[in-house]
């Protein structure tokens, strides 16, 4: 009688998965893909919220024109401001979660990032012009900073985003060589036509 020997395998662990090495790669580099991928179409700025805000800023443009004094003027453009930082954000927030990328992390904290000191001067500049009876610059001040926060945190999103930084930052320079009576027009102009176009063209390109 002859005997056949088969080669002892080591014996695997009674919770071992079962599942081959190369499915387990497979899967995890499937996974870091569509991760890469989500998070490289997002654009960090949401379309329709821009659309929403360029839509108010034309109805904030409109009722500023007929303010009677200059203090009743930037009341309007200071509540039109919170207004939109309001819908941007709830549009912002939406987006990312449509998305599946987190704010805390990746695409949006980098614009965020770069997003905020312009606006942040922007801020600090309006109060000092105000205290010094400048408002008339108030527009030139505020498309040339939101224009280059737009380029700014732009350099994290999709060329159009710093292409209306852009358009704003060239709208500042003529508002701020242009007769004062022309600021409404040109802030309809910037916060209310360039966010619509622009809004339009990401959420029909990049989505939200």
Do not use: C
């Not at 509540?79 to 912002?92: N, Q, T």
């Not at 927030?93 to 942040?120: D, E, S, Y």
């Not at 900073?145 to 159009?160: M, N, R, T």
């Not at 209310?192 to 939200?208: E, K, N, P, V």
């Amino acid at each position: 009688m002859l005997l056949t020997i088969h080669p002892m395998l080591p014996a695997q662990p009674s919770g071992a998965d079962p599942t081959p090495l190369h499915l387990h790669a497979a899967d995890n580099l499937r996974f870091i893909r569509d991760t890469m991928a989500r998070a490289g179409s997002f654009t960090a700025v949401p379309g329709w919220g821009g659309v929403a805000m360029g839509v108010t800023a034309l109805a904030a443009a409109w009722l500023a024109h007929a303010q009677p004094s200059g203090d009743r003027w930037l009341m309007v453009w200071l509540g039109e401001g919170w207004l939109a930082f309001a819908i941007g954000a709830v549009a912002l927030v939406r987006k990312a979660a449509m998305a599946g990328i987190p704010l805390a992390g990746g695409q949006g904290r980098k614009f965020l990032l770069a997003f905020a000191p312009a606006v942040l001067a922007g801020a600090i500049l309006t109060v000092a012009v105000y205290r010094l009876g400048g408002m008339s610059l108030l527009p030139s001040i505020w498309l040339l900073l939101f224009g280059a926060a737009a380029i700014a945190g732009g350099a994290h999103s999709v060329p159009a985003v710093p292409a209306m930084g852009a358009g704003f930052m060239l709208l500042g320079a003529v508002a701020a060589i242009a007769p004062g009576a022309w600021g409404d027009l040109l802030m309809a102009l910037g916060f209310g036509g360039l966010q619509i176009g622009f809004g339009f063209w990401i959420a029909r390109r990049h989505g939200g």
